[in-house]
T-cell receptor, first 116, second 112 residues
Framework: AQTVTQSQPEMSVQEAETVTLSCTYDTSESDYYLFWYKQPPSRQMILVIRQEAYKQQNATENRFSVNFQKAAKSFSLKISDSQLGDAAMYFCAYRRATDSWGKLQFGAGTQVVVTP | NAGVTQTPKFQVLKTGQSMTLQCAQDMNHEYMSWYRQDPGMGLRLIHYSVGAGITDQGEVPNGYNVSRSTTEDFPLRLLSAAPSQTSVYFC???????????FGSGTRLTVV
């Protein structure tokens, strides 16, 4: 069974600063996908970034980037130049590539607080 | 383009009542899933489907039923509501799971 662990229940960051959220996962698979989702107070789940395990290059989406360390089974999210709108719960998620059912497994989440 | 539509947004049920949470998507996605979100536990998979007529159980299926008669709709039925089913429920869809899922806006359900 795979498990996804987010060890930081809450992280605080000042506007314009950088914050890094950690995520580790447990798997025996070599081909899989990793995702970061953002859930603002509106409750909507928004896909922030995705990473394919076979791609060595770390994914980047504007101010969001990941540090994917496959051997360490680590997938951290860096938010640069933090904005008040980045305040949200962030979830890390895993999906095994060979799973034809497409099941996602989520971590418990990290609450990001942005202070002016 | 509505995406994934969930109804209702809020619901209060009495213990023992049954109800159906509706989910519809207009993106012709084959993959659809139902999750429940509880504090400190992330999202847990209830049921999922890879196309019309094909469903299976997820991590926490007890007390829930699903069917998928069309590509667009994937309703979740609570057979006999219990307080332990108080949660926020999300429906999600994807054309290919490697691309990630598009989520609905959720249903907050309270069972008293």
């Amino acid at each position: 069974a795979q498990t996804v662990t987010q060890s930081q229940p809450e992280m605080s960051v000042q506007e314009a600063e950088t914050v890094t959220l950690s995520c580790t996962y447990d798997t025996s698979e070599s081909d899989y996908y990793l995702f970061w989702y953002k859930q603002p107070p509106s409750r909507q789940m928004i896909l922030v970034i995705r990473q394919e395990a076979y791609k060595q290059q770390n994914a980047t989406e504007n101010r969001f980037s990941v540090n994917f360390q496959k051997a360490a089974k680590s997938f951290s999210l860096k938010i640069s130049d933090s904005q008040l709108g980045d305040a949200a719960m962030y979830f890390c998620a895993y999906r095994r590539a060979t799973d034809s059912w497409g099941k996602l497994q989520f971590g418990a989440g990290t609450q990001v607080v942005v202070t002016p | 383009n509505a995406g994934v539509t969930q109804t209702p947004k809020f619901q209060v049920l009495k213990t023992g009542q049954s109800m159906t949470l509706q989910c519809a998507q207009d993106m012709n996605h084959e993959y659809m899933s139902w999750y429940r979100q509880d504090p400190g536990m992330g999202l847990r998979l209830i049921h999922y489907s890879v196309g019309a007529g094909i469903t299976d159980q997820g991590e926490v299926p007890n007390g829930y039923n699903v069917s998928r008669s069309t590509t667009e709709d994937f309703p979740l039925r609570l057979l006999s509501a219990a307080p332990s089913q108080t949660s926020v429920y999300f429906c999600a869809s994807s054309p290919r799971p490697g691309l990630g899922y598009t989520f609905g806006s959720g249903t907050r359900l309270t069972v008293v």
